[in-house]
């Protein structure tokens, strides 16, 4: 049980400032990884709008690992600044998915 729901417009500023981190490396993102982040914004929605649950651990942990999969297709490597930036708008992303309290929310607008 969640006692703490996002306002409507807060989760809509999150997306949108999440959207223009998104733009700004628009060039430099392969077009699978920015679907990824799109899904997870669209999970997130629908979350919120209780069409789907909070995911379990299970599926975050596939999802953790299809991002660490299509980086490592993309850059054959995480280490460098290309992967290691693309890997950290990965995770910023899927935090989006589980924002639950209001801690997860200082953590997503700090990232």
């Known amino acids: 049980m969640i006692s703490f729901q996002i306002r409507r417009n807060g989760l809509f500023w999150i997306i949108l400032a999440q959207l223009i981190i998104l733009l700004t490396h628009f060039s430099r993102l392969p077009f699978s990884l920015i679907f990824f982040c799109l899904f997870c914004v669209g999970v997130r929605t629908a979350i919120y709008y209780d069409k789907i649950d909070y ?4 599926i975050k942990f596939l999802c953790i690992t299809l991002g660490l999969i299509l980086t490592i297709q993309e850059y054959h490597s995480i280490i460098g ?4 930036g ?3 708008i990965i995770s910023n ?4 998915i ?3 309290q209001k801690r997860d929310i200082y953590i997503t607008i700090i990232l």
């Open 55 to 58: 995911p379990k651990t299970l």
């Open 81 to 84: 600044v290309e992967p290691g």
């Open 98 to 100: 589980e924002m639950k």
């Open 93 to 96: 992303f899927l935090k989006l």
């Open 86 to 88: 693309t890997l950290l």
